[in-house]
């Protein structure tokens, strides 16, 4: 079971550029997540959704988009690279809220922007 | 807004020795709680999770959690501690369809 998956695993960008990250889930989860985390910060979403065609702004979503194509695909864009956006990427899915069923993560992008 | 907070960076134990990570919340409402742990390298696997019903909540690994919400806890126990549950502890919230994570809890646990 693959569950997971992202892609890139690393990536150094430079000021300005632009780039795709790209999460794959394989358990028919409705919902899925984006979150960057830092050190002593926790993990910090920046946006989710919730089906096919939807997304919604997490708690830091500036500089970066998203878009759900497909159930299985949640993909994270970076416009124009920013020191600040320098992290590491975690994509997460899970059932629907009701059921209250945990998050399943993949093991990261690990993003520098210099 | 839902919230919460691990008040220690670091928890260093002996082998054997009894392990607690501590985490106390802030919710409006019934809360959702979960543990989860992060392997160097890795992304976050799911330890356990209280929803309703008793107050001690058994998980993965040997891992158990005490909800208290008198004191509006939920502490993360394991009654012998493995070198290998050395890794980075976090607690989170369910708000709405959102997860709030504390910020983490690094263990060390020393032969």
């Known amino acids: 079971n693959a569950g997971v998956t992202q892609t890139p695993k690393f990536r150094v960008l430079k000021t300005g550029q632009s780039m795709t990250l790209l999460c794959a889930q394989d358990m028919n989860h409705e919902y899925m997540y984006w979150y960057r985390q830092d050190p002593g910060m926790g993990l910090r979403l920046i946006h989710y959704?919730?089906?096919?065609?939807?997304?919604a702004k997490g708690e830091v979503p500036d500089g970066y988009n998203v878009s759900r194509l497909k159930k299985q695909n949640f993909l994270l864009g970076l416009e124009s690279a920013a020191p600040s956006q320098t992290s590491v990427y975690f994509c997460?899915?899970?059932?629907?809220?009701?059921?209250?069923?945990?998050?399943?993560f993949g093991d990261g992008t690990r993003l520098s922007i210099l | 807004a839902q919230s919460v907070a691990q008040p220690e960076d670091q928890v260093n134990v002996a082998e054997g020795n009894p392990l607690t990570v501590k985490c106390t919340y802030s919710?409006?409402?019934?809360?959702?709680l979960f543990w989860y742990v992060q392997y160097p390298n890795r992304g976050l696997q799911f330890l356990l999770k209280?929803?309703?019903?008793?107050?001690l909540v058994k998980g993965s690994y040997g891992f158990e959690a005490e909800f208290n919400k008198s004191q509006t806890s939920f502490h993360l126990k394991k009654p012998s501690a493995l070198v290998s549950d050395s890794a980075l502890y976090f607690c989170a919230v369910r708000d709405t369809v959102q997860l709030s994570f504390g910020a983490g809890t690094t263990v060390t646990v020393r032969a």
């Open positions: 209280y929803i309703t019903g008793d107050n």
């Open positions: 997460a899915s899970s059932h629907r809220v009701g059921s209250n069923q945990p998050q399943h």
């Open positions: 959704s919730v089906g096919e065609g939807t997304t």
């Open positions: 919710v409006s409402g019934n809360p959702y």
